[in-house]
């Protein structure tokens, strides 16, 4: 059975780090595409960023170039997402899917995690 369960959400100060965490399981990153998303009270879900199979190609919404990185540990089969210079506006439940095709992102992932929730306040 396919699982992806992120982790390492919490509440952090604005300027501050998260370091967000997708364990998948079921199968192997080789022959996935992971995308991180997230959705913020009252508003659509929206990609944040992703990375491919293979390559490790990435690509990153405008609002996170520059603070956000994505990057996987094959042998973990984990794929993380480390958070910099953290926003107010970053606030948001974060999830982490899985997909078959790289240009296809940010639609057609099959598989989905629960999420887990980042809070930037003062």
């Known amino acids: 059975q396919l699982q992806l369960v992120e982790s390492g959400g919490g509440l952090v100060q604005p300027g501050g780090s998260l370091r967000l965490s997708c364990a998948v399981s079921?199968?192997?990153?080789?022959?996935?595409?992971i995308g991180w998303f997230r959705q913020a009270p009252g508003k659509e879900r929206e990609g944040v960023s992703c990375i491919s199979r293979g390559s490790g190609s990435t690509k990153y919404a405008d609002s996170v170039k520059g603070r956000f990185t994505i990057f996987r540990e094959n042998g973990k089969s984990t794929v993380y997402l480390q958070m910099n210079s953290l926003k107010p506006e970053d606030t948001a439940v974060y999830y982490c899917a899985a997909g078959r095709t790289y240009n296809d992102y940010p639609y057609n992932m099959d598989f989905w995690g629960e999420g887990t929730l980042v809070t930037v306040s003062s």
């Open positions: 079921g199968f192997t990153l080789d022959y996935y595409v």
